[in-house]
């Protein structure tokens, strides 16, 4: 039995995925549309083999196309061209239309059935052509089909002589085209030449020659002149600067203030010292110094005596006195020896005055001179600069056209080159000749019809089978345990054995009751210990898709292999709007969940106990509005925790998740939700869809259980039974 594949197996696919299976379910389940897909395939080929239209000649004519164009002296520039760009452009010069009306202009081609019969004839002729390179890679071959060999090779070889003129008149003309421009651009260059030596000769008219060594010695005269110039100039200015007109002069600001003079602090204690007054005092000072020196020196040093302190006392008003006289004294000095400052300085004022003014007479004559002088050095170097200036923008024109003339030259030398090359290249033999000439060949149309007779075959056996595998996709069912596992994403918690009256042990010894009951441990057995949820499973949900896929036989069965393993076990029949778990074990279907999501009873009261030891059940009761209400709410969550506290497991049967909604509000608050599959039933599609509603509402999806898969351990005469409850109550392994 299959017990677990991860989705991120080898054989794990989306569940939108194809695999090889498919194609042989497409087979298996619609035997009578294949056929009829094999039928008409076979009938097509015959039909095309018979009937298909192909013409029966065809003519061809090669060309040679040379990967280097023939030349006499060097490759020209066309030779220069990418070969393989250069067949491409000859490939599609054939096929223009300007070539095929040339063609069909032709005598010969003119009055063909083909011409006349055709509304567009250069519109069909470039249809039919076919142009390759299959010969070589530098042979050209043109083909044309059709029915009528006379004609065929007429138009070919019309068609190839107004393409080798075509060719001819390409190459040959653009050597001409390319020649008569030369020519044009060295007669214009030639012009420019004549125009630029008039303006040399014009320009060593003004300038005196046209010698560059007589031109440089004349430069340097002038410049030597204007050196000369401008050294007397500066030395003028230097001379100006020196004797500048005193009239000229401008005070650089407000005349000066008459300041008083400044008396020095030693004239003035020299005057004081000559005053009587001063003197007189002086001398009391001394007087009275000396007196108290004799005193002191009749008294012991450091004692204090009235005569001693009078005497002091004298010394100190005597120097008082004379520091008043002085102070009195010192303005009336400073006051008389400035008035004699003052004095003295106006007459020195004076005869600066004088001074200057025969100064600056003397000065304003000199300055005039200088002046003149200046002015007319300084009109000689402007006319000198002018005439440098005017020489040296004649000097750079010649220079420029000099240039421009060799430059020219070298043009017109390098043109005339290129044109005589190009009279002898037009002598040169065509880059494309004829290889050979239109010729017919019959039968080749054999191959063909075998070739487009199998592709026909083949496209129309792929449509009709790709509508087959197609339709399969769109209504494919689970044919294999993979396709509810790893084809969905899901895990694979378990397959159980289909069980019937007529079930018969494929080997010697082996139970089929037995069978199913291991298959169901199993499956409890991944729940338990089996899943990558972080969290213990307590409560499981188990539903389906759509109705019979034995989604409640699977609870019952998980509910009573769970109890075989010691646990104490309540089965709820979640499936409210169409309950079938009370049947199982013969109880009413009300009150039950729905009475407990309306809060009418206590959820104690309406558990009921069953034949098999630990298991109770949990009927669905009378839905109504109001259920639905409590279910969409937090009840649910809140009767789970009650129920969760009174039992190990808690097993709940549901609705279908695609035929009511109710199935999503039981899953969002159940530790895990185990998707029931039946084989051959069940739709891949609808099982995704499922899955992912649950995923949408964040129900945590265990994975999946298989139901009537065949295993090598036994076989089945009659399948898709499921064992009811009591036929699985075997003891456990």
Known sequence: MTTDMAPGSKTGRGSDGVSGRLFWQAIRRHPVLFAAVLLCTAAAGAALWYWLPLPRYTAMVVFQVNSQAPAILAPSAEARVDFGSYRQTQAALIRKRQVLQTALQQPEVRNLSFTRSEPDPVTALERQLVVDFKVGTEFMRVTLEGDNPVEQRAILQGLTKAYLTEVDERDNGQRRKRLETLEGVRREHQQRLDSFQKGIDAIAVRLGSKD?????????LTREELAQASREANEIEGQLQATAPIGDQ????????????????????????????????????????????????????????????????EVKSAQEKLARIRADLRPQIEATIRDQMSLE?????????????????????????????????????????????????????????????????????????????????????????????????????????????????????????????????????????????????????????????????????????????????????????????????????????????GKTSLAGHLAISLTRAGYHTLLVDGDVRAPSAHNLFGLPASPGLCEVLRGQVDVSSVIHSTPVPGLSVLPAGAWDLAARQALTGDRWASVKRDLEAGYDFVVVDSGPVLLVSDSLLLARDADGVLLSVLLDVSRVASVAETRNRLQSVGANVLGVVVNGVVTPSYRATQTRAVAPIADAQAPAA
């Open 212 to 220: 560059a060594a007589t031109l440089a010695i004349v430069d340097q």
């Open 250 to 313: 401008k005070p650089a600001g407000p005349p000066p203030e008459k300041k008083t003079p400044t008396v020095s602090a030693a004239l003035v204690d020299d005057q004081l010292r000559r005053e009587p007054a001063v003197m007189l005092q002086e001398a009391e000072v001394a007087r009275v110094k000396e007196r108290l020196t004799e005193i002191e020196r009749l008294f012991n040093p450091g004692v204090v005596n009235p005569t001693v302190t009078k005497a002091r006392d």
């Open 345 to 549: 300085e106006q007459k020195r004022q004076e005869q600066i005055a004088a001074d200057e003014q025969r100064r600056t007479a003397q000065s304003n004559d000199s300055v005039a001179r200088l002046k003149r002088r200046q002015q007319a050095i300084g009109s000689r170097i402007e006319e000198i600069k002018s005439k440098i200036g005017e020489n040296n923008r004649f000097r750079i024109d010649l220079e420029n056209l000099k240039s421009q003339i060799a430059h020219t030259d070298r043009l017109s030398s390098s043109l005339a080159e290129e044109i005589d090359r190009l009279r002898l290249e037009l002598n040169a033999p065509s880059r494309v000749t004829l290889a050979e000439e239109p010729y017919i060949v019959a039968g080749i149309q054999g191959n063909r019809r075998l070739k487009m007779t199998l592709l026909g075959v083949v496209g129309i056996f792929v449509l009709g089978y790709g509508g087959l595998v197609l339709f399969e996709y769109r209504t494919r069912r689970v044919t294999h345990a993979d396709d509810a596992a790893s084809g969905l994403g899901l895990r694979l918690l378990g397959t159980v054995p289909p069980v019937g009256a007529r079930i018969r042990a494929y080997r010697t010894g082996i139970d089929p009751q037995r069978a199913f009951a291991e298959a169901i441990d199993t499956t409890r057995t991944m729940i338990l210990y089996g899943t990558l949820s972080d969290r213990r499973v307590r409560t499981v949900l188990v539903t389906s898709a759509v109705d019979g896929e």
